[in-house]
């Protein structure tokens, strides 16, 4: 069964343009103005497919394909159509459009084939559900992978008034004050879900989920390096991130002499730059660090740091080094606080274990890849997806394809068109023989 290349292509290009950022990468923030514009096309084309869409109170989007049946087990696909600030356009939105395609092209099948069967449920024996989670990348409220966190029960009730945006509005909040985004005149399904946040909505029956796939660029080189058409994922980084506040003395920068001071933003580089030194002497060449985010007060050019916030993450796959690795930052940032005389405090933000996926699932991928002759690596991923939460109750698989240059969440991210055709052709096998 063929997809439509030319079909998915055109979606991808399509939902590329709903972006705060127009020739500056996609920035498209969950709960905001141009997320509804990409809600509102995906629900408009399941709906046209005859689909089936519900939307949760956490605003997660499931959509049914319409020869599902009550008390089936259902294989399930999707990723999140959420970005970070300026970044690309495949991240996400990609597993969310493979996943379409799919949708479409079964949607499709079963309609040319009904005439021939009694049951339109006799064409496949499971249930195939696409859904989009919310607030994967945590650009609004600082924790990734917030929807299917919700969808398994990891995160619970008190969590919705713990998460908050820069500006201190709550996770709770923005979901009761979505009514400044209209709904769509093109859908019949409201983009949003208005009601007051019922987490028993969003729970899902893990027991009913036979399967989960997500589909995704690499966010790496090593596809397109070592060229392979696609990447089957055999085990997801875990991480660990803390949330570092060195306090120091601000002061005039040009009336301070340089051995009377105390330099927040100095010590946070010698800080940094210690981590850097140490992860990067990891034997194994995998392990890796990150500081992502730095806020420096007063930020005034003729004045002395006086407070400096940053986030610091080691991610491995195994969660021993993990640990090793991250310890011997916040020891390395202690002795440079001391050293510096300036304040240090340290917040544990997250973590997440390292996570093997299916074997079953590996195997038949692997399988189908050698039947198909194509050229496949099976590989790790450095980034965390929201596949790797369902990953704990259900077999679990992710389908790689190459990012040229290796570039993700930035303008610059792309993947050649053939490979997008490609992956998304190989998901469509992996679920067909999933549904039978």
């Known amino acids: 069964m063929k997809i439509n290349g030319s079909r ?32 509102e096309y995906i629900i408009k084309r399941a709906e046209a497919a005859g689909c089936d869409v519900k939307v949760d109170t956490l605003q997660n989007i499931h959509i049914g394909l319409k020869s599902n049946r009550p008390g089936r087990r259902t294989v399930m696909a999707g990723s999140h159509i959420d970005t970070v600030q300026n970044g690309g356009w495949l991240d996400g939105i990609y597993g969310v459009c493979g996943a379409l395609e799919v949708m479409e092209t079964l949607s499709e099948h079963i309609a040319d084939a009904s005439s021939s069967v009694t049951d339109e449920g006799d064409i496949l024996n499971y249930n195939y559900q696409l859904t989009v989670f919310a607030e994967e990348e945590g650009s609004n409220f600082g924790s990734t992978m917030t929807g299917s966190k919700f969808m398994v029960g ?10 908050m945006d820069g ?17 769509s005149t093109e859908c019949r399904t409201p983009l949003y879900n208005r009601s007051d946040v019922d987490l028993s909505q969003v729970r899902i029956d893990l027991d009913n989920v036979k399967s989960m796939f997500e589909l995704h660029i690499e966010q790496g080189p090593v596809l397109a390096r070592e060229g392979y058409q696609v990447g089957i994922v055999n085990c997801i980084f875990g991480m660990r991130v803390i949330e570092v506040t060195m306090s120091g003395v601000g002061n005039h920068a040009g009336a301070t002499p340089m051995a009377e001071r105390h330099d927040a ?9 210690a981590a850097e030194s140490l992860v990067s002497a990891d034997p194994n060449k995998r392990a890796v660090v990150t500081a992502g985010h730095i806020e420096c007060l007063p930020n005034q050019s003729n004045v002395i740091p006086e407070t400096v916030k940053f986030t ?40 997440a274990a390292p996570f093997n996926l299916s074997d079953r699932i590996i195997d038949d991928m692997q399988k189908r890849a050698d039947a198909e002759k194509l050229n496949y690596k099976v590989m790790n991923s450095g980034a965390v997806h929201d596949a790797c939460m369902l990953a704990y109750y259900v077999d679990t698989g992710m389908i790689f394809v190459p990012s040229i240059n290796g570039r993700s969440h930035v303008p610059e991210e792309d993947t050649d068109e053939k490979d997008l055709v490609a992956g998304a052709q190989f998901l469509m096998d992996t679920i067909l023989d999933e549904l039978k």
């Open 8 to 39: 998915l292509l055109a979606n991808l290009h399509s939902i590329s343009k709903f972006t705060d950022t127009p020739g500056e990468g996609v920035t498209r923030f969950s709960y905001s103005p141009q997320e509804a514009r990409a809600r």
């Open 154 to 163: 990891l995160y619970n009730e008190p969590d919705l008034d713990k998460l």
């Open 167 to 183: 500006s201190g509005r709550t996770l709770r909040d923005a979901l009761k004050n979505l009514d400044n985004i209209p709904d």
């Open 265 to 273: 933003l100095c010590a946070a580089a010698e800080a940094i730059l």
């Open 312 to 351: 610091l993450e080691v991610r491995d796959n195994d969660n021993d080094s993990i640990n090793t690795y991250m310890e011997k930052c916040i020891q390395a940032i202690c002795e440079v606080a001391e050293r510096r005389q300036v304040g240090c405090e340290i917040r544990e933000h997250s973590k």
